[in-house]
């Protein structure tokens, strides 16, 4: 469970951090330069954000294992569980070692980075988390 919400804060802060263009290094401070957010023009979270976005399952599937070997393959592993979750939730089994990969996928995948993650994409999970995920302990609540 502290792994479950240990991941979750870290989607919202970082679906916080990339939905703005500048960080927090001096932004408030007259004058200051502001350290920018980089995100690369053709990031992994970008593309898989948009793959959700448009509801591709066969190219999430394909990307995942094109990936394999990579530090993306955790990213895609993640998307690959989202679009496959309306099947997975279905049995209480499936569903709760799905969440563990999840968890598990976003987590490595969030400390392999040390370029900036996609705002949307980091949304999408954080929203998955707290939308999918996390309904049963809501609802135990």
């Known amino acids: 469970m502290n792994k479950f919400v240990d991941t979750l804060c870290v989607a919202a802060i970082a679906a916080a951090m990339a939905g703005s263009a500048v960080c927090a290094a001096g932004a408030g401070a007259p004058g200051a330069v502001a350290a920018e957010y980089r995100l690369s023009p053709r990031s992994d979270s970008r593309f898989a954000a948009e793959l959700l976005r448009l509801n591709q399952p066969d190219l999430i599937t ?61 949304l999408d999970q954080a929203k998955f988390i707290i939308g999918r995920l996390a309904e ?4 135990r609540m």
């Open 62 to 122: 394909a990307q995942e294992a094109a990936a394999k070997g990579t530090p993306a393959a955790d990213l895609w592993k993640a998307q690959g569980i989202i679009v496959q979750w309306p099947e997975l939730s279905k049995n209480r089994a499936n569903a709760a070692r799905a969440t563990g990969e999840y968890v598990d996928a976003v987590g490595t995948y969030l400390d392999s980075q040390s370029a900036g993650i996609d705002g949307v994409w980091a």
């Open 136 to 139: 049963p302990f809501i609802s």
